[in-house]
């Protein structure tokens, strides 16, 4: 039996458009991530938070972390996603930046989101 090679190159989202978030974490070039045990033991945080967390860590670099982006890769809605979300910064595990850019045209962008092991 022969291994398949794996494909590490993380998801792609076509169609992502948005800033992109900053992922702070630390990474195994094998496709796993090491995280903190307290994000796994927090009771305070549901799996739809926990499951958020773990889906902005292992996404690439070049992948926009927006509430709407991450809703179009998921089962979750928009809504569900955006409660998880919150979560995650009610509790420090996640942060959002202060100031939104505004477009070519003067809509105002999206947010930066920056995950956090330990808050």
Same mark, same amino acid.
């Given at each position: 039996? /022969?291994d398949?090679?794996?494909?590490?190159?993380?998801?792609?989202?076509?169609?992502?458009?948005g800033?992109r978030?900053?992922?702070?974490?630390? /990474?195994?070039?094998?496709?796993?991530?090491? @995280?903190?045990?307290?994000?796994?033991?927090?009771?305070?945080?549901?799996?739809?938070?926990k499951?958020?967390w773990? @889906?902005? @860590? =292992?996404?690439?670099?070049?992948?926009?972390?927006?509430?709407n982006?991450? @809703?179009d890769?998921?089962?979750?809605?928009?809504?569900?996603v955006?409660?998880?979300?919150?979560e995650?910064?009610?509790?420090?595990?996640?942060t959002r930046?202060?100031?939104r850019?505004?477009? =070519?045209?003067?809509?105002?962008?999206t947010y930066?989101?920056?995950?956090?092991?330990?808050p």
């Amino acid at each position: 039996m /022969t291994d398949a090679p794996i494909d590490d190159t993380g998801p792609t989202w076509p169609g992502a458009r948005g800033d992109r978030g900053r992922r702070n974490w630390r /990474t195994v070039p094998d496709r796993y991530i090491h @995280a903190s045990n307290r994000l796994r033991e927090d009771t305070r945080l549901s799996h739809n938070a926990k499951g958020i967390w773990f @889906a902005i @860590a =292992t996404g690439t670099d070049d992948t926009p972390v927006t509430i709407n982006n991450l @809703a179009d890769h998921s089962a979750d809605g928009r809504h569900a996603v955006s409660s998880g979300v919150n979560e995650l910064l009610r509790y420090g595990y996640l942060t959002r930046s202060t100031t939104r850019t505004r477009n =070519t045209r003067g809509h105002l962008g999206t947010y930066e989101y920056s995950i956090i092991e330990t808050p």
